[in-house]
C-alpha cells in the first residue's frame, strides 16, 4: 500500500508540469487565434477578408507539446519504473493568409468559393458627379434633331461582376468564368433634355484561368488568363459601336502591389458596315493595372496604349474606407476611349463617388 502511494506521489510531481506548460501553451494558442481573427476582420476588402477567415478555418488545431524538457518525455509503469514515452506532437505551422489576386481568382483550394458564385469582377463604381472638361456631341447630330448639349457634369456608374461555371476542365487546372461589366454615362442633371443617358456600354466576356507558381524579379506570377470579350453600346447606325476580342492576361502581386497585364487581337477589322474600324489606333492593344492597398486605401492606374498613333489612356482611382462593404472613391481619366462613343475623342474627367466590392 505505501509502495502504490509512493507510485502516486511521484507520478504526480512529474505530470504536474507537463499539465501546466500544456494549459500554458493552450493559452498561448488561443491568444495567437485571437490575434489572427483580429488581423482578418480589420482587412477592408471583402473578398480578402473572407479568405482570410476562410485559411484561418482550415487550419489545424493547435496541439500543445507534453513536456517542454529537450529530455525524452518518462512515464512509470505499473510498478513505479520510468520508461520512456511517446514522442510529443508539434503543432502545424499556421496557413499563410491568402493574397487578394488568388482570393479574386479562385486559385487555391483554401480561396474557392464553387460554381456560380458572383464576385466582383472590375470596379464596382458609382460617380455623383463626373465633371469632362469637354463633351463630345458630333455622333448625335444626324440621329437627333438639333443634336443634343450635353452637360459637363454627369451621373457615370459601373457594374461588373464574374462567376465560375466550370472547375478544373478535363482533370486541369483551368476554371471557366463569365464575367459581365456595365458602364452608364447619365445626363441626371440635364433637366433641359430630361436627363437622358448619352452612353451605355456593355461587355460580356468568357475567360479561362490557369493557375501559376512561379517567381520572377520578387514578384509572384498568380495567374495567366486567356478571354473572349464582346463590348458595345447597343445602338444602331451611325451610333453603333462595338468590337471584338481575343486577349491574354498575366496577374502578378507582391504583399499589398497587385499588377495585371493584357494584350489582345480584334477579330472584327473588316471596314464595311463598321463605325469604328480604326478603334485599335484609339484604345491600343492591350492595357495595364496597377493596384496598391494600405489600411483601407487602395489606389489604382490603369493604362493603355497605341504606340504606333501615340494614342491611348490614362485612369487614376482612389478609393478609402466609408464603411465595411463601401469606400468614397475619387477617379481621374486622360485620354481617348473613355465610352465607346468617345473612342476616337480626348477629353479629362474628374469624379467623385462610391465604390463597393464584394
Known amino acids: 500500500m505505501k509502495t502504490n502511494v509512493r507510485t502516486l506521489i511521484f507520478s504526480s510531481l512529474l505530470i504536474a508540469p507537463a499539465i501546466a506548460h500544456a494549459s500554458e501553451a493552450t493559452a498561448v494558442a488561443t491568444a495567437e487565434l485571437s490575434q489572427d481573427l483580429l488581423r482578418c476582420s480589420v482587412i477592408g476588402d471583402a473578398s480578402a477578408r473572407l479568405g482570410c477567415f476562410d485559411a484561418l478555418a482550415k487550419m489545424p488545431p493547435p496541439v500543445a507539446p507534453i513536456a517542454a524538457t529537450d529530455a525524452p518525455a518518462m512515464v512509470l509503469d505499473a510498478a513505479g519504473a520510468e520508461t520512456d514515452g511517446p514522442a510529443t506532437a508539434n503543432a502545424a505551422p499556421p496557413e499563410s493568409l491568402i493574397s487578394r489576386t488568388v482570393q479574386r481568382w479562385e486559385l487555391d483550394e483554401a480561396a474557392k468559393r464553387g460554381r456560380f458564385a458572383f464576385r466582383s469582377h472590375r470596379d464596382n463604381y458609382l460617380l455623383l458627379a463626373n465633371y469632362s472638361s469637354s463633351s463630345n456631341d458630333a455622333p448625335f447630330v444626324k440621329v437627333t434633331p438639333g443634336g443634343i448639349e450635353s452637360q459637363h457634369v454627369e451621373l457615370t456608374y459601373q457594374l461588373s461582376f464574374k462567376m465560375k461555371f466550370a472547375e478544373q476542365i478535363a482533370g486541369s487546372p483551368v476554371d471557366l468564368w463569365f464575367g459581365y461589366t456595365q458602364q452608364s454615362y447619365w445626363q441626371a442633371y440635364n433637366r433641359a433634355a430630361s436627363s437622358?443617358?448619352?452612353?451605355?456600354?456593355?461587355?460580356?466576356?468568357l475567360m479561362a484561368v490557369l493557375p501559376l507558381q512561379a517567381n520572377f524579379a520578387g514578384l509572384d506570377f498568380r495567374y495567366i488568363n486567356f478571354g473572349l470579350v464582346h463590348q458595345s453600346n447597343g445602338q444602331t447606325g451611325t451610333l453603333s459601336?462595338?468590337?471584338?476580342?481575343?486577349?491574354?492576361?498575366?496577374?502578378?502581386?507582391?504583399?499589398?502591389f497587385s499588377l495585371s497585364a493584357r494584350i489582345w487581337q480584334r477579330l472584327d477589322n473588316a471596314k464595311s458596315n463598321n463605325d469604328n474600324a480604326?478603334?485599335?489606333d484609339f484604345m491600343g492593344n492591350g492595357d495595364v493595372r496597377a493596384t496598391f492597398r494600405e489600411n483601407g486605401h487602395e489606389y489604382s492606374a490603369t493604362v493603355r496604349?497605341?504606340?504606333r498613333t501615340g494614342h491611348g489612356s490614362v485612369q487614376a482611382g482612389w478609393a478609402f474606407p466609408v464603411s465595411r462593404n463601401l469606400k468614397g472613391y475619387l477617379q481621374?481619366?486622360?485620354?481617348y476611349g473613355q465610352s465607346l462613343i468617345d473612342y476616337n475623342y480626348s477629353q479629362k474627367s474628374l469624379g467623385a463617388g462610391f465604390l463597393v466590392d464584394f
Open 305 to 307: 496604349r497605341n504606340f
Open 278 to 280: 480604326d478603334i485599335t
Open 196 to 205: 437622358p443617358f448619352r452612353e451605355t456600354n456593355y461587355q460580356p466576356e
Open 241 to 256: 459601336r462595338s468590337w471584338n476580342r481575343i486577349y491574354t492576361e498575366v496577374g502578378v502581386d507582391r504583399g499589398n
Open 332 to 335: 481621374l481619366f486622360s485620354g
